[in-house]
C-alpha cells in the first residue's frame, strides 16, 4: 500500500485539511462541531497524516503530552474509503515511533466502543470501565511503548 504517514504543523493548509476530515469523519455523524478553543488548544501538539501516492489525505492523529513519559492518541480518522485496508494500523504504528522517538513510553487512548476490537489487535488494554465521551461509549486504552 502506497500511504506516505508524516508530521504536519499547525495552522497549516494541510492542518486544516484534517480538521475538514476528522469532522466529517468523527464530529458531522454526531452531530457535534469544533469550537474554535478546541483547536487553538492543538498547536503544540503532534499532528500525524497519511496521504495516498495522490497526495490526498486519507488519515489523521493526534498526540498531546499526558504526563511524564504518558502521551494520548486523539482523533484518529481515517476516511471511510480506505476503511478495513490497513491504513489505520499503519498510522497507530507510526504514532507509537514517533511517540518513543519524542522519549514517551506509555501511549493511552478513549477508544469508541466499536473500536475497542482494533486497538486490542494492536496490544492495547482497556483500563477501567466503560464511559460517555462525546456523546458515545468509550473505553480507555493504553499500551507500553517499545515492547
Same mark, same amino acid.
Given at each position: 500500500? +502506497? ?6 504543523? $499547525? ?5 486544516? =485539511? ?10 458531522? @455523524?454526531?452531530?457535534? +462541531?469544533?469550537?474554535? =478553543?478546541?483547536?487553538? %488548544? /492543538? ?18 492523529? +493526534? ?16 476516511? @471511510? ?12 504504528? %507510526? ?8 522519549? $514517551? ?12 476490537? $482494533?486497538? %486490542? ?7 477501567? %470501565?466503560? $464511559?460517555? /465521551? ?14
Amino acid at each position: 500500500m +502506497n500511504i506516505l504517514i508524516h508530521t504536519i504543523d $499547525f495552522g497549516t493548509p494541510e492542518y486544516d =485539511e484534517a480538521v475538514r476530515l476528522r469532522f466529517d469523519v468523527l464530529r458531522a @455523524p454526531l452531530g457535534l +462541531n469544533y469550537t474554535p =478553543e478546541q483547536l487553538a %488548544e /492543538e498547536y503544540d501538539q503532534v499532528h500525524l497524516a497519511g496521504f495516498d501516492r495522490k497526495g490526498a489525505m486519507v488519515a489523521y492523529l +493526534n498526540l498531546t503530552p499526558a504526563s511524564e513519559g504518558v502521551v494520548k492518541m486523539r482523533q484518529v480518522a481515517v476516511a @471511510p474509503a480506505w476503511h478495513g485496508k490497513g491504513v489505520g494500523s499503519m498510522l497507530v504504528a %507510526e504514532s507509537e515511533k514517533t511517540a518513543l522517538s519524542l522519549g $514517551f513510553s506509555i501511549m493511552t487512548l478513549h477508544a469508541r466502543e466499536t473500536a475497542v476490537s $482494533f486497538y %486490542e489487535r494492536l496490544g492495547y488494554s482497556r483500563v477501567g %470501565e466503560r $464511559f460517555e /465521551e462525546v456523546t458515545i461509549p468509550h473505553f480507555k486504552m493504553e499500551k507500553t511503548l517499545g515492547r
